[in-house]
């Protein structure tokens, strides 16, 4: 089985449904505690998330697309790549290029066409505490 079978088989079939379309499946991995000390890295989501961003960065300069996916089946992957105690299947990237809609099959064609709508800034900028809406946000 090549490495992105066994990549694409750690996704639920709600996202292999579409993710068999880019040629490139990246599984990220992330390490819970700190190499020098073996104590909780409280940063390691946030360190993937760097990494990452920067992986989606150069790939957007080189014309590709990246889609994220936190549908990860983590025992699966954890079995399937040997990936030990300690670190953590965090999420699995689509890379290629941008494909018409067409390709799409009819469920997920309708929500790609259709107009998105984001959550209000307001809804998750704080200032002073949790749930008071940061005078920077209020128009």
Known sequence: MSRYDRVFNCMPAANQHWAHLAPVLVLTVTNLYLPN?????????????LAVENLVL???????FCHQTGGVNV?????????P????????IAIGYLGGVDRL???????????????????????????????????
């Open 37 to 49: 000390t073996g104590k909780p890295n409280r940063f390691a989501r946030y360190d993937i998330g």
């Open 58 to 64: 150069q790939a957007t300069a080189l014309g590709l």
């Open 75 to 83: 025992e699966k992957a954890r079995t399937e790549f040997n990936i």
């Open 85 to 92: 105690d300690g670190y953590e299947p965090v999420d699995i």
């Open 105 to 139: 099959p009819d469920d997920l064609r309708e929500p790609e066409l259709g107009q998105r709508m984001r959550k209000p800034i307001t809804d998750f900028v704080f200032s002073d505490r949790w749930g008071k809406v940061s005078q920077l946000v209020i128009e």
